[in-house]
């Protein structure tokens, strides 16, 4: 029997007594990347442009009051408060244009008769003043002007004019002019008697930032689920080729992987299906929430969110995601929620949505990605929901921290070659034996299944490199039960038997 090599005892020694070294590949076990990126828009903090940094509870420093990512921040927090949360900061377009709303205010002295609230509601969110007989529409804007004010974390600024309030958007741009404002919700919120708002949008902000500067900071850098709050198309091309299999995330060469998460709050469902139509990438997931209050980037952030909890770890990443909350996502008015139709329809278009319950509570219906078609055009469901998503990452991951703990320097033998205890050498019927161990292991995870077959289709072999071995891993992925189809075919009286 060949002697059993101990790593840092050199062979041949003779000094007395015990020599112990230290091998860690059978306490090594794997730990899946809990990361979530947020990308967005900064107002005056301390962060630096273009720049990742990790949150640690101080968005406001960072970022700014007020500003798109201490929004998607406090989103986060409240679906996971231990995520671990980083932010890669952008400053406005320097040629983006803010949107604007002129909010005009009209009293009848008439009507005017007893005491009440005016108010209008931002992002969800009621900014009120108290109305008395004899205020004018100009006491009436100046106090809203001054409430909204006063909040350091409200998403637009405010100023009276004249018995008009004018809002204007904190950050330039299309997606950051995207907030809600009305003056009624959910049937609540209509003024006093007397009093008359109107809103008017007079100016629609335009210009998203370029992410390419920052996403190319971010290096090498594991980020695996990312709140992407921009859906122009400019954006859509950057995060596709930051997570393309060929030369981006997804690649061989590289192995980092991820998944952008983004949502659209302002299109109803046909303006929705055909922005759907635009998309056709697996790696980017959007959700369709017409009617909601929240901003666009706060849905962006909840979804990463519901990623870091729900998709990060086994067994739970194979399980559906109907009927999980979105925490911190307002919800639409009933005559704008999606029914069963409508979100049929977007679901053939790459689009996920949400229902509502009775308590107002919005949750996750399905998630898809956006890919629908293969390279010639052909309806292709093999990236249909994002679990598939997470299970590829999960399966490569698992299956490369095995691998390599197990087999970190060994030499390399052809079939039928003895191996002897302390040479470290592998053949491939060796490896081949080990990735079905583990692909056993993935199966009690409840990651992949049919591990026999797995076992039939694998593929391990010696390369024409005589240092490489090639390999074809052909995993199941477990599926999720997402519909049932029961008919129920009933009897007035059971007929007689005998």
Known sequence: MADITIPGVPAGVRVPFLYFGVDNSLASYFQSSERVLLLGQMLDGTAKPNVPVQIFGDEAKLFGQGSMLADMAAIVRKKSGFAEMWALPFLDDPAATKSEWTVTVTVDDEALTTPGNAGVFIGGKRYVVAVLPGDTADDVARGLADVIEADASAKVSASADVGELKLVANHGGETAGEVDVRITYNKAGAPVQGVTLTIDQTVVGEMNPDMTVGLAALGDEPYKWVALPYTDATSRAVSRTFFDDQNGRWAAMRMIYGQAFAGRTKDTPAPLVAFGKTNNDQHLSVIGLYGTPSAPWELAAALAAYALVHLSDAPELSRPEQT????????????????????????????????????????????????????????????????????????????????????????????????????????PSMIRAYVISVAHELAELNVIENVDTFAQLLMVARSSDPNCVDMILPPDFVNQWRIGKILVQFYNQYPTTT
Do not use: C, W
């Open 324 to 427: 999980l909350e979105l925490p911190g996502i307002l919800p639409p008015e009933i005559e704008d929620r999606f029914d069963r139709n409508v979100r049929q329809t977007l679901y053939y278009a790459g689009i996920g949505a949400t229902t509502v319950d009775q308590a107002g509570v919005v949750r996750l219906d399905r998630v898809l990605t956006t890919y629908q078609v293969n390279g010639f055009g052909v309806a292709d469901t093999s990236y249909l929901d994002v679990n598939t998503m997470a299970q590829l990452m999960y399966f490569i991951e698992y299956m490369n921290n095995r691998i390599t703990n197990t087999f970190p320097r060994v030499s390399l033998k052809d079939d039928g070659n003895p191996v002897f205890p302390g040479q470290f050498a592998v053949t």
